[in-house]
C-alpha cells in the first residue's frame, strides 16, 4: 500500500495540495498542515501525485 508523506521541516502551509485534495490535507486556523488520511487509494492517486508534483517546497513524497 502507498501512502502520502509530508516533511513538516520544509512544509509552509502554503495550501497548494489542500485546493488540489482537500478531503486528504488540511489547513487549520493557525495554518499548520494536517494530513487527514495518508493512503493513496485508485480513487485518489492521481490528485495525490499531483500534490506532490506541485508543492511549492517539494515537501510531499509518495512512499511506495
Known amino acids: 500500500m502507498s501512502?502520502?508523506?509530508v516533511d513538516f521541516?520544509?512544509?509552509?502551509?502554503?495550501g497548494?495540495?489542500?485546493?488540489?485534495?482537500?478531503?486528504?490535507f488540511e489547513?487549520?486556523?493557525?495554518d499548520q498542515l494536517h494530513v487527514l488520511t495518508d493512503e493513496v487509494t485508485?480513487?485518489?492517486e492521481k490528485?495525490?501525485?499531483?500534490?506532490?508534483?506541485?508543492?511549492p517546497r517539494q515537501a510531499?513524497?509518495?512512499?511506495?
Do not use: F, K, W, Y
Open 3 to 5: 501512502r502520502v508523506e
Open 9 to 14: 521541516d520544509l512544509c509552509e502551509s502554503n
Open 42 to 44: 485508485t480513487h485518489n
Open 47 to 55: 490528485q495525490m501525485r499531483e500534490s506532490v508534483r506541485q508543492c
Open 27 to 30: 489547513l487549520d486556523a493557525e
Open 16 to 24: 497548494v495540495c489542500m485546493g488540489i485534495i482537500p478531503e486528504v
Open 60 to 64: 510531499i513524497t509518495i512512499v511506495e
